[in-house]
């Protein structure tokens, strides 16, 4: 399983960007799909996740500002964001979970840098 993210960047404060992220390889599309971001000096905090079924959950921090959706068909996950903090500076990354066997795959992390 591969996961490839896209879709970073520099952005100002009160701005928007949207995340991509595309899963190939033998991806599970029962698994529950998300992003993470990590931040210098930081644990790695879930940001948000969606189920199969688009059940969704978000870090109180970002509610109502951030948005998960998936393509089932498509094996993708995007995460639009509105409203940048610089707090929401980070290194994002795609997560694919399958929950049958309890195991985490991971995408290459991509910058998101909220500055003036």
């Known amino acids: 399983v591969q996961l490839q993210a896209s879709g970073g960047g520099l952005v100002q404060p009160g701005g928007s960007l949207r995340l991509s992220c595309a899963a190939s390889?033998?991806?599970?599309?029962?698994?529950?799909m998300g992003w993470y971001r990590q931040a210098p000096g930081k644990q790695r905090e879930l940001v948000a996740k969606i189920t199969a079924g688009s059940d969704t959950s978000y870090a109180d921090s970002v509610k109502g500002r951030f948005t998960i959706s998936r393509d089932n068909a498509k094996n993708t996950v995007d995460l639009q964001m509105n409203s940048l903090k610089p707090e929401d500076t980070a290194v994002y990354f795609c997560?694919?979970?399958?929950?049958?066997?309890?195991?985490?795959?991971w995408g290459e992390g991509t910058q998101v840098t909220v500055s003036s």
């Open positions: 390889g033998n991806i599970f599309s029962g698994g529950v």
């Open positions: 997560n694919a979970y399958d929950w049958r066997f309890s195991v985490d795959y």
